[in-house]
């Protein structure tokens, strides 16, 4: 098992990397559970896979679970579910000391979170990440958020968990889409900040995608320690160095919009498109060389992951996907600056970035292939 800590002044917490987590639940939380119940809130997916675990765990230690389920999918992340979420908590006379536990993907972490972050101005929260997006990046580092109509992740706080349980055993139920979706946050570490890992993954993406438990458990706790190297920096996003995890999600968010935040391009698929964008982009402005650009590309094409824009078949112009990004958080005194590539390893924060030159090179990423 890989123990890694997430180091913030005062509000320190581990991420643990392994199998068995699950099953052990009672005795890995322990500290946590100080009532006779416990509230979990679960994706209605993992919890058909995992719930059975999970409970037999806590029953077993005396614990009763008493369990709320979230609709699979983005649209779970809405004012109606986090509505419906604190109202439940509420009756539970959840207090601020108790910690709610979330199972699931990032859809239940983000919404559970966020209750979390206010509920009675705010109670504790355990994430128990069941997909390999939650397990390597939205379960780890404090970002919480519902969509609201003008985009994604535009409400929300930041509020750290007391304790991350990443079971490898849980991803075995996962559809293989979903673990490709994963992938493409694993394969954002390499490209932004670690030419090193990015070499692993291109010799090893099909050991990994094929769940080979040494190759994941690798890909997982190096991605973990990225993150939460990043996260100890700049833990609210204000130095720049956080805002190099967006990288891709720019463009990503803006496709996820202009898809309706639907199942025909999910989170991680879209920031898989987002960062080949965002490398042609930079390949483009000559701040690399075109042949990194096609190993961002060959490496989320081998994955299985969407590379071409084009093959969307989206009815939209670029001015229409640059419109969506003027709801990014990054958004500064009207200019929004994007994370761009110098080489793969070497994402930074660009703010002389030019709206409707991105605009013009989407109308020709549309128009390609
Ligand atoms: N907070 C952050 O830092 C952060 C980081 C990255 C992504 N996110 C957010 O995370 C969300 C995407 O998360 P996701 O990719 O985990 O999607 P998800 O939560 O929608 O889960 C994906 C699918 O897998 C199913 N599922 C979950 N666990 C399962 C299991 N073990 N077995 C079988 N099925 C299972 C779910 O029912 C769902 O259909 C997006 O909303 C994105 O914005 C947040
Ligand atoms: O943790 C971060 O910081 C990230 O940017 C991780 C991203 O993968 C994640 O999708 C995040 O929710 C996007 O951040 P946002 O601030 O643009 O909503
Ligand atoms: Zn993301």
Redesign the pocket.
């Known amino acids: 098992m890989a123990l890694i800590p997430v180091q913030l002044a005062g509000r320190s917490y581990e991420v643990r990397v392994g199998t068995g987590l699950l099953y052990d639940l009672a005795v890995e939380a322990k500290p946590f559970l100080r009532k006779r119940y416990a509230c979990i809130v679960a994706d209605a997916n993992a919890r058909r896979s995992w719930g059975e675990t999970v409970g037999r765990s806590l029953e077993a230690a005396g614990i009763a679970p008493r369990w709320y389920d979230v609709a699979p999918g983005e649209a779970s992340k809405s004012w109606e579910s986090l509505a419906g979420l604190t109202d439940w908590l509420l009756k539970q006379n959840v207090e601020r000391g108790d910690h709610v536990f979330a199972l699931g993907g990032?859809v239940v972490g983000?919404l559970t979170g966020f209750a979390c972050a206010i509920l009675k101005r705010g109670c504790g929260f355990v994430q128990l990440p069941t997909t390999l997006?939650a397990q390597v990046?939205?379960s780890?580092?404090?970002?919480t958020?519902i969509n609201t109509s003008a985009g994604?992740?535009?409400v929300?706080a930041f509020h750290q968990p007391s304790l991350v349980l990443a079971d490898l055993d849980t991803l075995s139920t996962l559809p293989s889409r979903e673990v490709r979706a994963g992938y493409a946050?694993v394969l954002?570490y390499g490209v932004l900040g670690d030419n090193d890992f990015f070499e692993w993954l291109e010799d090893r993406a099909y050991s990994v995608l094929a769940l080979q438990r040494q190759s994941l458990e690798e890909a997982v706790a190096r991605s973990v320690r990225a993150?939460a190297r990043?996260?100890a920096e700049d833990e609210r996003?204000t130095s720049g160095a956080?805002?190099l995890?967006?990288l891709g999600?720019?463009f990503?968010?803006a496709l996820e919009a202009e898809t309706g935040f639907s199942d025909k391009l999910l989170?991680g698929e879209a920031?898989a498109l987002g960062m080949v964008l965002a490398a042609r982009y930079s390949a483009r402005q000559g701040l690399m060389g075109g042949e990194d650009a096609e190993r961002v590309t060959r490496a989320v094409d081998a994955a299985g992951l969407p590379a071409e824009i084009s093959a969307l078949d989206l009815c939209c112009t670029g001015a229409a996907l640059t419109a969506h990004m003027l709801h990014?958080?990054?958004m500064d005194a009207g200019s929004l600056p994007f994370v761009l590539l110098r080489g793969i390893g070497a994402a930074y924060l660009d703010g002389e970035v030019n709206l409707a030159d991105v605009a013009a090179f989407l109308d020709e990423q549309l128009q390609a292939h």
Do not use: F, Q
């Not at 780890?140 to 970002?143: P, R, Y």
């Open positions: 990032g983000d997006l990046d939205s780890v580092g404090g970002k958020a994604k992740n535009l929300g946050e954002k993150k990043i996260v996003e956080r805002a995890l967006n999600h720019t990503g968010h989170h920031v990014d958080k990054k």
